[in-house]
């Protein structure tokens, strides 16, 4: 069993930043993917990027937040982090961590999700 619980939501204003942590315990991670998602009201949930637990540096973002969303990894203390900057609005959704053994964009694939943290960006 995998239990993920991610920290770090809040109300921002547009144009500023939020970090977000997701804390990972439970089975050993070297061969997982962990990936954020987030869920606006009324609208599917969404893959926003992922990364490899070990091994090389592999990453995958959305279009919608490349350039502005870093994803990254303490593998010492089993924790990954969502750095956002540049927020606007439309970034305003749930936001899950999630762990996979296959990786990818479909929300289907991953088998371990936490309970999610809100993140609200005002005008």
């Known amino acids: 069993q995998v239990h993920l619980v991610e920290s770090g939501g809040g109300l921002v204003q547009a144009g500023g930043s939020l970090r977000l942590s997701c804390a990972a315990s439970g089975r050993t991670f070297s061969s997982y993917i962990l990936g954020w998602f987030r869920q606006a009201p009324g609208k599917e949930r969404e893959f926003v990027a992922s990364i490899r637990w070990s091994g090389g540096s592999t990453y995958y973002y959305a279009d919608s937040v490349k350039g502005r969303f870093t994803i990254s990894r303490d593998n010492a203390k089993n924790t990954v982090y969502l750095q956002m900057n540049s927020l606007k609005p439309e970034d305003t959704a749930v936001y899950y961590c999630?762990?996979?053994?296959?990786?990818?964009?479909?929300?289907?694939?991953?088998?371990?999700w936490g309970q999610g943290t809100q993140v609200t960006v005002s005008s």
């Open positions: 999630a762990a996979s053994s296959i990786g990818g964009t479909p929300s289907r694939r991953y088998d371990y």
